[in-house]
């Protein structure tokens, strides 16, 4: 079992910055591949970002390339997510997400295992 919790949301402008965190319980940290994903009013859930347990290769939702930027320290359990030029449309409840031990990265919802509550990252213009 992996639990998961993100902080880091919040309030703030266009063309601001956030850290998203989601810290890990499990042990089995270092051996998950790690996504974000973020769900906004009235949309389906939709990827992010990954980042791969093997070479913490990543990958990225085209809508969030050069702003966005995912990564992850296996010392602290932690993957984190650093937003730039942050926009309106970026505006949704950010989950944190976990495969199964040895899987690499995917941006499909379905191929996550485990999942955090969520936190809310509002954009105003």
């Known amino acids: 079992q992996v639990h998961m919790v993100e902080s880091g949301g919040g309030l703030v402008q266009a063309g601001g910055s956030l850290r998203l965190s989601c810290a890990a319980s499990a042990r089995t940290f270092s051996r998950h591949a790690m996504g974000w994903f973020r769900q906004a009013p009235g949309k389906e859930r939709e990827f992010v970002a990954a980042i791969d347990w093997s070479d913490s290769s990543t990958a990225y939702a085209d809508s969030v390339k050069g702003r966005f930027t995912i990564s992850r320290d296996n010392a602290k359990n932690t993957v984190y997510l650093q937003m730039n030029s942050l926009q309106p449309e970026d505006t949704a409840v950010y989950y944190c997400?976990?495969?199964?031990?040895?899987?690499?990265?995917?941006?499909?919802?379905?191929?996550?295992?485990?999942w955090g509550q969520g936190t809310q990252v509002t954009v105003s213009s």
């Open positions: 997400a976990a495969r199964s031990e040895y899987y690499g990265t995917s941006p499909i919802q379905d191929a996550y295992d485990y």
